[in-house]
């Protein structure tokens, strides 16, 4: 870190000694990498089954890498079909045991234990999220781990309370919940997962991905301190085979599944007529449309949150712009000049916007859907930027000229890549952009109130954002339509899904 400093410093002395008259160098910073020191990474994790760290029956192993610097961070349990089953035990003897017969306001207070340990380790979760998963430390510090502990803190709130929370109704819990989480939001998905599971009664497995599993055994190991009763939460990491053994566990109550809309409908054949509860949050392509009397600055920053800060490595993320045909030319230069500032390359740099791409199988679906775009005629536009020789790296890229049967314009792609297509009346922006199988969420840019009410009665999107861009809260229900899935997250109506109504 010392010499990082010394680096930083004498590249700002050389500027300051040196003025410079070309106006592109007031883009550069000096570096400003977070300090990794103090972050003390196991080199191989169990997992944790009954309030205990347990090798793993199958005795298999995998590596979970830096994406950006492709060097392995450590070693993490492969959990096969017994070890599965052991979690799920200890789980339903937890549910039998304890969690069920404590009272509401005693569940709350181990949620809240979780919550201030988390804030309190905010800075190493970050760290360890970025490492993990590539994205920036901007990102990891400023919005996953304070929306993570928001999540506890708001569902420890509602424990002792479930009796108001659906006007009057009496409710009871569902049992044992295993949850499947992606890449993404590793450790705010396992949040949007547990907390509202435990706030309700429930007890829980969780699989975080498989490219992504250290920072839900941070979490484990945070629960382990808080000492919540043994079993009540348990992490199993492992790959598809894994949330596979979860997902289909006979003495699960309640699956609720983050991912791909291909594994998401194939957990909902093979639980068809089990009468296990069921929650899907599955892709997304959002269109993000741009009315030309929107204030455009404004609109070009929310495009650039929706699509590059995190890779585009987000569901909800905007990544078909429907732009009003008379302002086509100028949101497109403003982008191509924003892009041209984005600062692309370590994640663990505080200046990084757009990190790296989660693995090299996701690098390599971005660059395949990039090409295919080229091949169907959509005119593309990298910004100028240097990439990292190590590491899956992507350049922000808008594509312009895009028809609505390109791949590029339906299919998702989780990358920092957006498409542009045009449109010349409200009407014509609702067809387009419910002109997709998914339906997860979409934004309006616009001067007028009404028309983002107008546009928002008739988009067929779960969370529609006004004049912004990726904004959560915990109180706020998040889901989807069509084939972006089914039930919601946050909100009462999030955890309308981990209780039975009576
Ligand atoms: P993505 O394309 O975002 O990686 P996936 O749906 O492949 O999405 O993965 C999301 C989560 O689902 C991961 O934790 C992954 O290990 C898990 N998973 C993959 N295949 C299956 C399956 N057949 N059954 C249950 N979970 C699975």
Known sequence: ??????????????????????????????????????????????????????????????????????????????????????????????????????????RAKYIFRIARALQEKAREFAIVETMDGGKPIKESRDLDVPLAAAHFFYHGGWADKLDLAFH??????????????????????????????????????????????????????????????????????????????????KDVNKVAFTGSTEIGKLIQRNLAGSGKKLTLELGGKAANIVFADASIDQAVEGIINGIYFNQGHVCCAGSRLLVEESVHDLVVKKLRDRLSTLRVGDPLDKNTDVGAINSREQWERINELVAAGEAEGGERYTAPCKLPSKGFFIAPTFFTGVSMSSRIAREEIFGPVLSIMTFRTAEEAIEKANNTMYGLSAGVWTDKGAKIFWMAQRLKAGVIWGNTFNKFDPSSPFGGYKESGFGREGGRQGLSAYVEVL
């Open 1 to 106: 870190m010392k010499k990082d400093i010394t680096k930083a410093g004498k590249a700002q002395l050389a500027r300051t000694q040196k003025p410079s008259l070309d106006f592109g160098s007031a883009w550069e910073y000096a570096p400003s990498p977070e300090s990794t020191d103090h972050v003390k990474l196991q080199a191989q994790y169990g997992l944790f089954i009954g309030g205990k760290w347990k090798a793993p029956k199958s005795k298999k192993y995998f590596a979970t890498i830096s994406p950006s610097t492709e060097q392995k961070l450590a070693e993490v349990a492969d959990a096969g079909a017994a070890d599965v089953d052991d979690a799920v035990k200890a789980a339903r003897s937890a549910y039998d045991t304890y969690w069920k017969k404590m009272p509401g306001k005693e």
């Open 168 to 249: 009057g109704r009496k409710v009871r819990p569902l049992g044992v919940a295993g949850q499947i989480i992606p890449w993404n939001f590793p450790l705010l998905m396992a949040a949007w997962k547990i907390a509202p599971a435990l706030a309700g009664g429930n007890t829980v497995v969780l699989k975080p991905a498989e490219t992504t599993p250290l920072s839900s055994l941070m979490l484990a190991q945070i629960i382990e301190e808080a000492e919540l009763p043994p079993g009540v939460v348990n992490i199993v990491t492992g790959a598809g085979q894994t949330g596979a053994a979860l997902a289909s566990h």
